[in-house]
């Protein structure tokens, strides 16, 4: 079974500013790594996913996240947020074997940029 | 736009009664998984289904139920309704795990 930890509902942000969501896992099983995004009353938007090879992934917009595999963590990271950057991410994980491909998402950290 | 359609958007039931809610899911994908996300939470896994099976299956009910047809969309079924079912049902396609795509979703309230 997979568990994913989101530490932080709320972060105040302001525009231009850097900003980390960070993301804490638990497996007993090699896993993929993912981020979303979601705007209000809209669904779920992929912003990046780690499946294996380098431990910095990129994504869209602008967002990375690093892969640690020591301490269980995929913070994501954006160098300058936009005021369009404002909503909700998840952060997710999948099995990656056959069979748990399940997405086990966290509880969402609410973004908010501050003009 | 991811490609995959939900219907309907919204929808106001009453406790007892009975929903259906569909997807169709992207040209080429052919899994498709059910998620519910209740207001202020992370979406949970209901079921996964591959090619018309059922390929998994989250911590819920039997009264939540599904079928995924030979076009690969697919419907979430829910039999007597509880106030607690009241939330976002979100539809993903896939052609594999790597590559879920999500609906815009339905929102279910239950009055």
């Known amino acids: 079974a997979q568990s994913v930890t989101q530490l932080d509902s709320q972060v105040p942000v302001f525009e231009e500013a850097p900003v980390e969501l960070r993301c804490n896992y638990s497996s007993s099983v090699s896993v993929y790594l993912f981020w979303y995004v979601q705007y209000p009353n809209q669904g779920l938007q992929l912003l990046l996913k780690y499946l294996s090879g380098s431990t910095l992934v990129k994504g869209i917009n602008g967002f990375e996240a690093e892969f640690n595999k020591s301490q269980t963590s995929f913070h994501l990271r954006k160098p300058s947020v936009h005021i369009s950057d404002t909503a909700e991410y998840f952060c997710?994980?999948?099995?990656?074997?056959?069979?748990?491909?399940?997405?086990?998402f966290g509880t969402g950290t609410r973004l908010t940029i501050i003009p | 736009e991811t490609g995959v359609t939900q219907s309907p958007t919204h929808l106001i039931k009453t406790r007892g009664q009975q929903v259906t809610l569909r997807c169709s899911s992207q040209s080429g994908h052919n899994t498709v998984s059910w998620y519910q996300q209740a207001l202020g939470q992370g979406p949970q896994f209901i079921f996964q289904y591959y090619r018309e099976e059922e390929n998994g299956r989250g911590n819920f009910p039997p009264r939540f139920s599904g079928l995924q047809f030979p076009n690969y969309s697919s419907e979430l079924n829910v039999n007597a309704l509880e106030l607690d079912d009241s939330a976002l049902y979100l539809c993903?396609?896939?052609?594999?795990?790597?590559?879920?795509?999500f609906g815009q979703g339905t929102r279910l309230t239950v009055v």
């Open positions: 997710a994980v999948s099995g990656s074997n056959f069979g748990n491909e399940k997405l086990t």
């Open positions: 993903a396609s896939s052609g594999h795990i790597m590559e879920a795509f």
